[in-house]
């Protein structure tokens, strides 16, 4: 199985700050990846896929990068209403589909 | 707007059996390979169970194999979860997805199911 390594395990910055989170696939997912938003009590949200492509509706503040192993989601002018875990998910042609362990983002 | 709306979830003994129910509107149902994932308390998702437009084909993740059972109705436009011989480690908020193209882009709220005695 594909294992996707997730990273940092939450942060903490300020309102306007720009935030990475990265992901690391245990192998080469080209650009079978995929990212989420998940606020308490809400239901989880598609905020990029292939890698880079924003999903509609989804604010331009959202960016996706990488391909292979190596993945990041920028998070531009970081605003209260983006606290929430992020989390990362590839998929192969068959499952297991797996997630990084996410990212919890807060605001100072 | 696509909605998806789980039900079903609850207390139950370790070694119980629970059924799960995702009702689906807002979209052609029949269309789309269905997912059941989940996340554990204080944990991160774990894609469970997938299930393709006519029920022909069926995934699990190694865990549930043999104790889960995921179906639908394409009739009811309802996606179901039966789940057997349950475990502690089976605690966790259950969603139903929809996938497209291997995104799933549609989510519901979640169902709580909890193992316990």
């Known amino acids: 199985d594909i294992q996707m390594t997730q990273s940092p395990f939450s942060l903490s910055a300020s309102v306007g700050d720009r935030v990475a989170i990265t992901c690391q696939a245990s192998q080469d997912v080209d650009t079978r990846l995929n990212w989420y938003q998940l606020k308490p009590g809400k239901a989880p949200k598609l905020l990029i896929y292939d890698a880079t492509k924003l999903e509609t509706g989804v604010p331009s503040k959202f960016r996706g990068t990488g391909s292979g192993t190596h993945f990041t989601l920028i998070i531009n002018s970081l605003q209260p209403e983006d606290i929430a875990t992020y989390f990362c998910q590839q998929y192969d042609n068959l499952p297991p589909y797996t997630f990084g362990q996410g990212t919890k983002v807060e605001v100072k | 707007e696509v909605q998806l709306v789980e039900s079903g979830g609850g207390l139950v003994q370790p070694g119980g059996s629970l059924r799960l129910s995702c009702a689906a509107s807002?979209?052609?149902?029949?269309?789309?390979?269905m997912s059941w994932v989940r996340q554990a308390p204080g944990k991160g998702l774990e894609w469970v169970a997938n299930?393709?437009?006519?029920?022909?084909?069926?995934y699990y993740v190694d865990s549930v194999k043999g104790r889960f059972t995921i179906s639908r109705d394409n009739a009811k436009n309802s996606l179901y979860m039966q789940m057997n011989s349950l475990r502690a480690e089976d605690t966790a908020v259950y969603y139903c997805?929809?996938?497209?193209?291997?995104?799933?882009?549609?989510w519901g709220q979640g169902t709580l199911v909890t193992v316990s005695s």
């Open positions: 807002e979209f052609t149902f029949s269309r789309y390979w």
């Open positions: 997805a929809r996938m497209f193209d291997y995104v799933w882009d549609y």
């Open positions: 299930i393709k437009q006519d029920g022909s084909e069926k």
